[in-house]
């Protein structure tokens, strides 16, 4: 069982449409990442999330860390095919170091 | 932060032969980690590889098929060992640095086809 539920699995959408990829989890983590991978390239990090309820923005990229910080969505406005790619949350466990734990990924293809 | 070299970057291979994919770190680290990527799919953790004692492995995934090697604190090798097809992926090391947040570096991948 995965400990961050990621959805959708797949995303396969226009050049200009807006979409957002949700991660859940049960479990309540001190911060929460979201990453990108491109073909032929390890992933990367977007951005950290830490505050409940904190929203972030990155150009057409909007982060946001649930209130009881289980849960978080990233939002693209206006998608572009620079945009395509495999897109993974990450969480960090609550007290001392904990290994992340990564989402089971969120493939997006912005068609042209 | 940290800068993980990964080599090779692409292989092709027979099967019944053995791969080493060898990473490097800019900075000394407890800890790396080897992940497994199939086609189209997420990130599976193979193995912990701790300096110093031996890697820790993750259900499904066993030594004598995925040795691992951690000479000191910026180096680890993973070997695919006696592959077949279903070997064929991406093999990621990563890194996980704590500067308040952890936060996860991935070397570049190596995509392993074997045939």
């Known amino acids: 069982t995965q400990l961050l539920e990621q959805s959708p699995q797949f995303l396969s959408i226009q050049e200009g449409e807006n979409l957002t990829v949700y991660c859940n989890s049960s479990s309540v983590f001190s911060s929460l990442q979201w990453y990108r991978q491109e073909p032929g390239e390890g992933p990367v990090l977007l951005v950290t999330?830490?505050?409940?309820?904190e929203v972030k923005k990155l150009k057409r990229l909007t982060f946001q860390f649930g209130d009881a910080r289980k849960d978080s969505s990233l939002h693209i406005t206006a998608a572009q095919t620079g945009d395509t790619g495999l897109y993974l949350c990450?969480?960090?466990?609550?007290?001392?170091?904990?290994?992340?734990?990564f989402g089971a990924g969120t493939r997006l293809a912005v068609h042209p | 932060s940290a800068v993980i070299s990964q080599k090779p970057s692409r292989d092709i291979c027979q099967r019944g032969t053995s791969l080493t994919i060898q990473c490097q770190v800019d900075?000394?680290?407890?800890?790396m980690f080897w992940y497994r990527q199939q086609p189209g799919q997420s990130l599976t953790l193979i193995a912990t590889?701790?300096?110093?004692?031996?890697?820790?492995?993750e259900s499904g995934f066993v030594i004598d098929k995925f040795p691992i090697s951690r000479p000191n604190l910026t180096f680890s090798t993973l070997t695919v060992s006696n592959m077949s097809p279903e070997d064929s992926s991406i093999y990621l090391c990563?890194?996980?640095?704590?500067?308040?947040?952890?936060?996860?570096?991935f070397g570049q991948g190596t995509r392993l086809t074997v045939v």
């Open positions: 990450a969480g960090e466990r609550t007290g001392g170091y904990n290994k992340l734990i």
């Open positions: 990563s890194v996980e640095v704590r500067a308040g947040n952890t936060e996860a570096f």
């Open positions: 900075s000394q680290v407890t800890m």
């Open positions: 590889a701790n300096q110093g004692s031996e890697a820790t492995y």
């Open positions: 999330v830490v505050t409940g309820g």
